[in-house]
């Protein structure tokens, strides 16, 4: 529980995007059709692995899931995102600024561990073909899909709960726009030395180790590949595992260069930058990827399309 300071911090003013005030009608469209895009492409992938018996297997079950953290994810930020644009400005309570963090972090933890978990089907997949479907079966399907959501809105509860362990200090002003961790800690009394240790060590669990994971199974991928005879072969093993690889690319790559690479000495332009690209961004490519590059979505996608005009 959040204890008593000389002033006592209950509500913070998020600034969003002072520097281009003269743009903000234009900023709120882009990001607004952003948003509309991203709810778009992430609910059809829903719909179509749900609705269309072809694509009712393990990765696309998992696929469907990791469209729902990227909804989750994008709807905590972008509609209060958009007013704080338009209003120049807001002010957000303390409950409301960790619960904002809360619903963000947890869905973004949650993909970290589905990414893992799609790395570990194709996997299986390529590597052990013979006993995928013996293995990979609904039941182990449901389970790593819980387990996934389950460590990450647990793991977020734990960084929550050592949040609210530290005192607040003035100012309570957050040049931001949402209430994201490493801004917090700037408005903590506590040595920032310790804070920034606690958050790395609790991060290696939900954040390295799956990242090692997934090289792992990469490397074994991509050795079994290489031992396939034919080319065409393997450009076949290779297609099964690229949208996941773009996927994974793109969004540790967001999330190494926010939170790995030294934020200090980084502009708060270039802080809100890299924030938009795994807030806002990230949940819109990942859609794009699997349509753009997966030939069975597209298949089921333009099947949907024609039975519609033709009816």
Same mark, same amino acid.
């Given at each position: 529980?959040?204890?008593?300071?000389?002033?006592?911090?209950?509500?913070?003013?998020?600034?969003?995007? @002072?520097?281009?005030?003269?743009?903000?009608?234009?900023?709120?469209?882009?990001?607004?059709?952003?948003?509309?895009?991203?709810?778009?492409?992430?609910?059809?992938?829903?719909?179509?692995?749900?609705?269309?018996?072809?694509?009712?297997?393990?990765?696309?079950?998992?696929?469907?899931?990791?469209?729902?953290?990227?909804?989750? $994810? !994008?709807?905590?930020?972008?509609?209060?995102?958009?007013?704080?644009?338009?209003?120049?400005?807001?002010?957000?309570?303390?409950?409301?600024?960790?619960?904002?963090?809360?619903?963000?972090?947890? @869905?973004?933890?949650?993909?970290?561990?589905?990414?893992?978990?799609?790395?570990?089907?194709?996997?299986?997949?390529?590597?052990?073909?013979?006993?995928?479907?013996?293995?990979?079966?609904?039941?182990?399907?449901?389970?790593?899909?819980?387990?996934?959501?389950?460590?990450?809105?647990?793991?977020?509860?734990?960084? /929550?709960?050592?949040?609210?362990?530290?005192?607040?200090?003035?100012?309570?002003?957050?040049?931001?726009?949402?209430?994201?961790?490493?801004?917090?800690?700037?408005?903590?009394?506590?040595?920032?030395?310790?804070?920034?240790?606690?958050?790395?060590?609790?991060?290696?669990?939900?954040?390295?180790?799956?990242?090692?994971?997934?090289?792992?199974?990469?490397?074994?991928?991509?050795?079994?590949?290489?031992?396939?005879?034919?080319?065409?072969?393997?450009?076949?093993?290779?297609?099964?595992?690229?949208?996941?690889?773009? /996927?994974?690319?793109?969004?540790?790559?967001?999330?190494?260069?926010?939170?790995?690479?030294?934020?200090?000495?980084?502009?708060?332009? $270039?802080?809100?930058?890299?924030?938009?690209?795994? !807030?806002?961004?990230?949940? $819109?490519?990942?859609?794009?990827?699997? !349509?753009?590059?997966?030939?069975?979505?597209?298949?089921?996608?333009?099947?949907?399309?024609?039975?519609? $005009?033709?009816?």
């Amino acid at each position: 529980m959040l204890r008593e300071n000389q002033t006592t911090v209950t509500e913070f003013l998020l600034l969003g995007f @002072p520097a281009i005030h003269n743009f903000k009608i234009l900023l709120f469209l882009v990001f607004l059709l952003i948003y509309i895009c991203t709810l778009a492409g992430n609910v059809l992938i829903i719909v179509l692995v749900s609705t269309n018996h072809q694509l009712r297997t393990p990765m696309y079950f998992f696929l469907s899931h990791l469209s729902l953290s990227d909804i989750l $994810l !994008t709807t905590d930020i972008a509609p209060n995102m958009l007013y704080v644009i338009l209003a120049e400005g807001a002010v957000i309570s303390l409950a409301g600024c960790i619960t904002q963090y809360f619903l963000f972090s947890a @869905p973004a933890v949650a993909e970290c561990f589905l990414l893992t978990v799609m790395s570990y089907d194709r996997y299986l997949a390529i590597c052990h073909p013979l006993r995928y479907s013996a293995i990979m079966d609904f039941k182990l399907c449901c389970q790593l899909a819980f387990w996934s959501w389950f460590l990450g809105f647990m793991a977020t509860l734990n960084m /929550v709960i050592f949040v609210c362990s530290f005192q607040l200090c003035n100012p309570n002003v957050i040049d931001h726009f949402f209430c994201e961790m490493s801004i917090l800690l700037e408005h903590f009394c506590s040595d920032r030395f310790i804070l920034d240790t606690v958050v790395f060590v609790l991060g290696i669990p939900v954040v390295v180790f799956p990242f090692v994971f997934i090289i792992g199974t990469y490397t074994y991928i991509f050795l079994t590949i290489l031992r396939i005879s034919s080319t065409t072969g393997r450009q076949k093993a290779f297609s099964t595992c690229s949208s996941h690889l773009a /996927v994974v690319c793109t969004y540790y790559g967001t999330l190494f260069a926010k939170y790995v690479v030294p934020s200090k000495g980084q502009s708060l332009t $270039l802080m809100k930058i890299t924030s938009l690209l795994y !807030t806002i961004a990230t949940p $819109l490519f990942n859609p794009i990827i699997y !349509t753009l590059r997966n030939k069975e979505i597209r298949e089921t996608l333009w099947k949907c399309i024609s039975i519609r $005009l033709h009816t």
